[in-house]
Structure formats: structure tokens, C-alpha cells
């Protein structure tokens, strides 16, 4: 499973963020989301694509610590 960390986020949105993370799908985000008042839906897509950055990022961290473990072989 991913860890992923999202900063600057209130408390709030942090509860938002954890009930996206744990259903089973995208569907079921967006389903969750028609559910919230206008406000609280918009957040929830700036949330979105907060977790969009950070998977980003994290897949960018991985490629680099993997590409210094292949150079440390090769040395």
C-alpha cells in the first residue's frame, strides 16, 4: 500500500482525505463527492489532486533511490 503524506492540510480535510483513501475505487469517490455540498466537493478535488502529486512524487523518489542502487553496482 501507497503511504503517502499531504501537507497544509486542516482537520477537516484531512477526514475528507482518509474516506476517499479507503474506498475501493474512483467511482466510489466521485459518488461520495456528489453527495457533499458544492464547497466540500471543490475540496475534495483540490485533495485529489494533491494524492495525484504525492503518487508523483513518490514514484519520482523510488526511480531516483533505485537509480543510485544500480549505480552503486556498477561502481
Do not use: H, Y
Request: with cysteine; glycine share 2%; proline share 1%.
Amino acid at each position: 500500500m501507497l503511504d503517502l503524506e499531504l501537507r497544509g492540510l486542516n482537520q477537516r480535510q484531512c477526514v475528507l482525505a482518509d474516506i476517499m483513501w479507503r474506498l475501493e475505487n474512483f467511482d466510489d469517490v466521485e459518488a461520495f463527492i456528489a453527495t457533499l455540498p458544492r464547497a466540500e466537493a471543490q475540496e475534495c478535488r483540490g485533495i485529489i489532486e494533491m494524492m495525484k502529486l504525492a503518487v508523483l512524487e513518490q514514484q519520482q523518489d523510488d526511480s531516483m533511490e533505485l537509480a543510485k542502487q544500480l549505480i552503486q553496482r556498477v561502481k
